[in-house]
């Protein structure tokens, strides 16, 4: 495994530990304090992903890991400052260039002791350095992100709060408590609704199919005491028995266990797992958990087993994960035959929002998972949905989507309508900037396509999209001089080494 070192830990959780010192040392060993730390040195080495005909290579370097990218004759390095991930199963990098965070597109599997291509780079022809980390992104794996509001990966300096997850993830806002430290004044989970309380644990473990964002909200806008649907929409869909499960979806495969069903709100994610304690000796930890429910209705010979979760909880590999595997928390009683509940592949929420945002979120969702999964039927359904909605002038999101969905349909003067009208709404937002362009380009009106590239770029210097299509819109034209002169400033306020590129 990787070495790492920790930031120093937040103001709150050194304040936290000095009435709670248990707690917080127990806490500081589970993989979630650890979920986001400076780059040591690392395990140095090279592999090829051969989808993109890529040759990766790592290196430790001043600050950071230097990694490499080979592929038909031209190379790019980058340096990268953070390492993302606790290491239990996998952990990945992020860079800082400047006020931006980008993503590595390789991970280092600690349990196989080998390099591969990052989750989400399994398909992708041509992997760098330039893919964005959002707020969304970071919102799991950081104690407190700090993004500048209208851009899509700038973060203020430094860009996190903390590194590792803190008490306030849980516990909410401290300040109260600090200031009058005694039972009431900090959130207790444990002492919350059910749907509070549980979307707490499922604003990390519960990744379902998309989740949406309610209008004028982002997915890190949650906070312990809300709902999620406060926020966000979950949507789920079901999976045949056979299927592998996902790295954050633990929550959804509880609720298909037979423990959850029979038991409803009294069983939880805190019945088995305390956030405050890392078990030593985890087969025998858990297994007294089962016991608890369980040891009256077994059999003396079966309640006598030393591995519950060996059996009825067995690890399998991530379909999201990359080569890994992850625990199963569908609870089988024969891990084999699992049981799926709900009709396959379709999107439904997990807890429904306000009534009059139904349509909306569920319609977003069936475009967006559509779209990703070549699902025209899905998109048509959620292209409708839409159209039946009122007021969708000032909903930025909505436009987009009708936007996307015309585009796909070779209608590029109708998709520059919504495209505007959702620029409109966003106007420093630069990504809205590019759609337009996009659904300019294909409808011919190349100057005022770049006219919208180059605000885009204004914008955001860094933005690789914008790049590549002004750089190709300006070869187009025969400008060759001014697409090197982009490219070169792009590369070197990247700060990214090798040869040039092509793009």
């Not at 370097?61 to 592929?71: A, D, K, L, P």
Request: with cysteine; glycine share 6%; charged share 20%.
């Amino acid at each position: 495994m990787a070495l790492v070192v920790l930031f120093p830990p937040s103001a709150v959780c050194t304040t936290c530990a000095l009435c709670h010192p248990k707690e917080a040392a127990g806490f500081a060993q589970t993989p979630m304090a650890r979920s986001l730390s400076i780059a040591g040195p690392q395990p140095e080495g090279a592999f090829d992903h051969p989808f993109s005909q890529t040759r990766f290579t790592i290196r430790n370097g001043e600050n950071g890991v230097i990694q490499t990218w080979t592929r038909k004759g031209e190379s790019e390095s980058m340096r990268f400052q953070y390492v993302v991930g606790s290491g239990e199963h996998a952990f990945g990098y992020l860079a800082q260039v400047g006020d931006h965070l980008f993503q590595s597109p390789i991970s280092y599997y600690s349990k196989r002791r080998r390099w591969d291509v990052a989750p989400g780079f399994e398909q992708d022809p041509a992997p760098d350095f330039a893919r964005p980390v959002t707020a969304e992104c970071l919102a799991c794996h950081s104690g407190g992100a700090r993004p500048v509001p209208e851009t899509l990966n700038t973060y203020l300096s430094p860009p996190f709060t903390a590194t590792g997850i803190t008490c306030e993830r849980c516990h909410g806002n401290t300040e109260a408590h600090l200031r009058n430290p005694v039972r009431g004044t900090v959130l207790n989970p444990a002492k919350l609704p059910e749907a509070a309380r549980d979307s707490i644990c499922e604003q990390c473990h519960l990744a379902g199919e998309i989740r949406i964002p309610n209008p004028g909200r982002a997915i890190p806008d949650f906070r312990p005491g809300q709902t999620l649907e406060q926020s966000y929409t979950v949507y789920v869909a079901a999976h045949r028995p056979e299927d592998t499960v996902k790295v954050i979806s633990q929550a959804e495969q509880f609720a298909l266990s037979t423990c959850k069903r029979r038991s409803g709100a009294k069983l939880w994610c805190g019945t088995c797992h305390d956030p405050h304690e890392q078990p030593t000796q985890p087969v025998e930890y858990f297994r007294q958990r089962c016991l608890t429910c369980h040891l009256a209705v077994l059999p003396a010979q079966h309640a006598a087993l030393p591995n519950c979760i060996g059996c009825h909880m067995p690890q399998r590999p991530a379909k999201d994960g990359g080569h890994t595997a992850f625990t199963d928390h569908r609870i089988s009683r024969h891990p084999d035959q699992t049981e799926s509940t709900a009709g396959a592949g379709e999107l439904v929420a997990w807890r429904e929002p306000d009534p009059e945002l139904r349509d909306r979120n569920l319609a977003l969702a069936l475009v967006t998972v559509g779209i990703e999964n070549h699902d025209s039927a899905q998109v048509i359904r959620g292209y409708r949905m839409l159209n039946r909605l009122k007021e969708i002038q000032d909903d930025p999101a909505v436009l987009t989507a009708l936007g996307s969905i015309l585009l796909i349909a070779k209608e590029p003067g109708e998709a520059s309508k919504r495209f505007s009208q959702a620029l409109s709404q966003r106007p420093n937002y630069a990504p809205y900037e590019v759609n337009l362009a996009t659904a300019l380009l294909d409808n011919n009106q190349r100057p005022e396509a770049n006219r919208h590239l180059e605000r885009a770029l204004e914008l955001d210097p860094l933005l690789q999209k914008a790049i590549l299509l002004l750089t190709q819109a300006y070869r187009s034209e025969g400008e060759e001089t001014k697409a090197a002169a982009l490219m070169g400033r792009y590369r070197t306020a990247m700060g990214i080494t090798g040869a040039d590129r092509n793009p």
